[in-house]
């Protein structure tokens, strides 16, 4: 059974940096794509971006380039979303789920992570 | 960025009724279209992909349709497990974009 297993919750500063983790249980980790997803409270669902573990080939929204990283570390199955300096506005629950391709849409999801940004 | 128009984005109806959602691209995204139902607190869960596929575990009441830029989901009799929200994702090109949701409610 495909299991993606998410880090917990995060209560952070403004300006604090933060990485998340979205760990993979599968075999072939590097031959699906892990895409990240954005929902604010009580707002719908946001595209953040997408990596292909087998060569780290990235592809961020627009309205996330520059604003957050995508990276994987492929010897542990696991890939990462991380803020250099948060903001409050990045407040929301963060999924990571599994593409069969580049073309396809995710199937498998992460249970989530809840990020608070708060002074 | 093709943008995904979903209609409506919020509906009351009872457990038989038929329920019909739809979601329109800003240009043609052939089949490249799935659609989700999120239950409060709950993780987005895949019900149809490339427009017509129904997920493997998902109730037959389930259905998609639509090529280019029109595209339905339909429930054919609600039953109380139904009530959520449900998205429409385009994956033609990126950035992949969903569609601002629809709340399917108890009238």
């Known amino acids: 059974e495909v299991q993606l297993v998410q880090s917990g919750a995060e209560v952070k500063k403004p300006g604090e940096s933060l990485k998340i983790s979205c760990k993979d249980s599968?075999?072939?980790?590097?031959?699906?794509?892990i895409g990240w997803v954005r929902q604010m409270p009580g707002k719908g669902l946001e595209w953040v971006g997408i990596?292909?573990?087998?060569?780290?080939?990235?592809r961020y929204s627009p309205s996330f380039q520059g604003q957050v990283t995508i990276s994987v570390d492929k010897s542990i199955n696991t890939a990462y979303l991380q803020w250099s300096s948060l903001k409050a506005s990045d407040t929301a629950m963060y999924y990571c789920?599994?593409?069969?391709?580049?073309?396809?849409?995710?199937?498998?999801w992460g249970q989530g992570t809840l990020v608070t940004v708060s002074s | 960025d093709i943008q995904m128009t979903q209609s409506p984005s919020a509906m009351s109806a009872s457990v038989g009724d038929r329920v019909t959602i739809t979601c329109r691209a800003s240009?043609?995204?052939?089949?490249?279209l799935a659609w989700f139902q999120q239950k409060p607190g709950k993780v987005p869960q895949r019900l149809i992909y490339?427009?017509?596929s129904l997920q493997s575990g998902v109730p037959s009441r389930f259905s998609g349709s639509g090529s280019g830029t029109e595209f339905t989901l339909t429930i054919s009799s609600l039953q109380p497990e139904d009530f959520a929200t449900y998205y429409c994702?385009?994956?033609?090109?990126?950035?992949?974009?969903f569609g601002g949701g629809t709340k399917v409610e108890i009238k």
């Open positions: 789920a599994r593409h069969y391709s580049s073309s396809s849409s995710p199937e498998y």
């Open positions: 599968g075999f072939y980790f590097t031959n699906y794509w």
């Open positions: 990596i292909y573990p087998g060569d780290s080939e990235t």
């Open positions: 240009q043609g995204i052939s089949n490249y």
């Open positions: 490339a427009s017509s």
């Open positions: 994702l385009q994956h033609n090109s990126y950035p992949l974009t």
